[in-house]
């Protein structure tokens, strides 16, 4: 079956684009099905995206969307992909989770055909644009994107609307420990201590700060005084000169990214804080309590 057929007229051009958004990809999908292209699908057909990235799902998020599809029903059908035995989620696995909490049995889906690469991409912008990952598996998802579809740092960080910066900041993570990442995963230390602590060369010394960071509570500007006033072998220095006289801004940028779960710059007296799709600015003003 070719990607034109399989995808729906004109979809195919999508993943064609420099850059891809998942809610274009996934309207598309739903507004050029029939009503007779959605079906009802067995829950114990599905089985997740192998390039899922997310390894851990938020269970009182999916308890409140478990609540709403009892009382309200599924309100968007599932995109499916058909395999040798059922089916794999192509986007829509938390409405599947939800679903299963409450015992239902079925759930509306709508079948479709991916090449591997597609798939890929389609789990990690979902997870990106629609429900924040950690840092981990971030990095595991853009490391993954690299490796098996051949794309350079800034290749993926044009097709993902991202920073090339941010794109190696992140995989720059599994540098780290797996002791230290899983931390990350389990949020015990935040994205801004793993980034600092992936800068450096000794994984003792790593270790030695992890430990510090969680027994004394280490904010990401006490680690970052720590490591900057030591002679620690870095992988990468720590930039000196003018970044040092503003660190107070690159501390409140460090909260505020870590606050709202996108790129945030300060300077010259201003604010910029970076969204991929208006589905992200309605995330990020909620986050804020900033009503439309």
Same mark, same amino acid.
């Given at each position: 079956?070719n990607n034109?057929? %399989?995808?729906?007229?004109?979809?195919?051009?999508?993943f064609?684009?420099?850059?891809l958004?998942?809610?274009?990809i996934?309207?598309?999908?739903?507004?050029?099905a029939?009503? #007779?292209e959605i079906?009802e699908?067995?829950?114990?057909e599905l089985?997740?995206?192998?390039?899922?990235?997310r390894k851990?799902f938020?269970e009182k998020?999916?308890?409140?969307?478990a609540k709403?599809?009892?009382?309200h029903g599924?309100f968007?059908?599932i995109?499916?992909?058909?395999?040798?035995k059922?089916?794999?989620?192509?986007?829509?696995?938390r409405r599947?989770k %939800?679903?299963k909490?409450?015992?239902?049995?079925?759930?509306?889906?709508i079948v479709?055909?991916?090449?591997?690469?597609q798939?890929?991409e389609i789990a990690?912008?979902e997870?990106?644009?629609?429900?924040?990952l950690?840092?981990?598996e971030e990095?595991y %998802?853009?490391?993954?994107l690299?490796?098996k579809l051949?794309?350079?740092q800034?290749?993926l960080?044009?097709r993902?609307?991202?920073?090339?910066s941010?794109i190696t900041n992140?995989i720059?993570?599994?540098?780290?420990?797996?002791s230290?990442?899983?931390?990350?995963l389990?949020n015990?230390i935040?994205?801004g201590?793993?980034?600092i602590?992936?800068?450096?060369e000794?994984?003792?010394?790593?270790?030695?700060l992890?430990?510090?960071?969680?027994n004394e509570?280490l904010s990401?500007r006490?680690?970052?005084d720590?490591?900057?006033?030591?002679?620690?072998n870095k992988?990468?220095?720590i930039?000196?000169g003018k970044?040092n006289?503003? /660190?107070e801004?690159?501390?409140?940028e460090?909260?505020?990214t #870590?606050?709202?779960g996108?790129k945030v710059?300060?300077s010259?007296?201003k604010i910029?804080i970076?969204?991929?799709?208006?589905?992200d600015l309605?995330?990020? /003003?909620?986050?804020?309590k900033? #009503?439309?």
């Amino acid at each position: 079956m070719n990607n034109k057929k %399989a995808l729906g007229r004109g979809l195919e051009s999508l993943f064609n684009n420099e850059s891809l958004d998942f809610d274009q990809i996934e309207k598309k999908i739903i507004k050029e099905a029939n009503e #007779e292209e959605i079906i009802e699908i067995s829950l114990n057909e599905l089985r997740s995206n192998p390039y899922q990235p997310r390894k851990v799902f938020d269970e009182k998020a999916l308890n409140e969307l478990a609540k709403s599809i009892e009382e309200h029903g599924v309100f968007q059908p599932i995109i499916v992909k058909k395999s040798i035995k059922g089916y794999e989620i192509i986007a829509g696995e938390r409405r599947v989770k %939800a679903s299963k909490l409450i015992n239902k049995e079925k759930i509306p889906a709508i079948v479709r055909e991916f090449n591997d690469e597609q798939m890929m991409e389609i789990a990690l912008l979902e997870n990106l644009q629609r429900e924040n990952l950690s840092a981990i598996e971030e990095a595991y %998802a853009y490391n993954n994107l690299i490796n098996k579809l051949g794309l350079t740092q800034e290749k993926l960080a044009k097709r993902l609307g991202k920073s090339r910066s941010h794109i190696t900041n992140m995989i720059g993570l599994l540098r780290l420990p797996n002791s230290v990442q899983n931390l990350v995963l389990e949020n015990k230390i935040t994205m801004g201590h793993a980034r600092i602590l992936s800068k450096l060369e000794n994984e003792k010394l790593i270790l030695e700060l992890t430990e510090q960071i969680i027994n004394e509570n280490l904010s990401v500007r006490e680690l970052e005084d720590i490591v900057s006033t030591q002679n620690y072998n870095k992988k990468n220095k720590i930039k000196k000169g003018k970044e040092n006289k503003n /660190l107070e801004y690159k501390y409140i940028e460090e909260i505020i990214t #870590e606050k709202l779960g996108t790129k945030v710059k300060v300077s010259n007296k201003k604010i910029q804080i970076s969204f991929t799709n208006v589905n992200d600015l309605n995330r990020i /003003l909620e986050i804020m309590k900033i #009503e439309e």
